[in-house]
């Protein structure tokens, strides 16, 4: 029996990762934290159209999937900042990447889309 990870085969554990990297706010959450960690509101300013309820929901979501972690700070009031783990670190490299081309290739992304819709 072949246990490799398949991301093609429907009950891959591999999709649920795929689907928590593709999401949109994931990629903009983990960069945003690249350079350390943040309170909420700094997060929320930071990444520009996040609703407050939509950040909770992707910040518990990573934390969920070990990507971050959440520290409460007992103070009044209470500070709470978010944080890359290891693992989320690790995400890093290949985010920044697709990053870069994307800012690389968004000029004729955007010509191409206007073409084609034009």
């Not at 246990?3 to 960069?31: E, K, M, Q």
Request: charged fraction near 30%; aromatic fraction near 6%.
């Amino acid at each position: 029996m072949d246990l490799a990870p398949d991301a093609f085969a429907r009950d891959c554990a591999s999709r649920v990762v795929l689907d928590r990297i593709g999401d949109r706010w994931t990629v903009l959450i983990v960069v945003a934290l690249s350079d350390g960690a943040l309170r909420f509101s700094q997060l929320r300013s930071k990444i520009e159209g996040i609703t407050p309820k939509v950040l909770t929901q992707t910040l518990r979501a990573l934390e969920r999937d070990g990507l971050v972690t959440r520290t409460v700070f007992a103070e009044v009031p209470p500070r709470v900042e978010y944080e890359l783990t290891d693992l989320g670190r690790d995400l890093l490299a290949p985010i920044d990447a697709i990053r870069v081309w994307a800012e690389d290739h968004a000029a004729r992304i955007v010509a191409n889309r206007e073409r084609h819709d034009g």
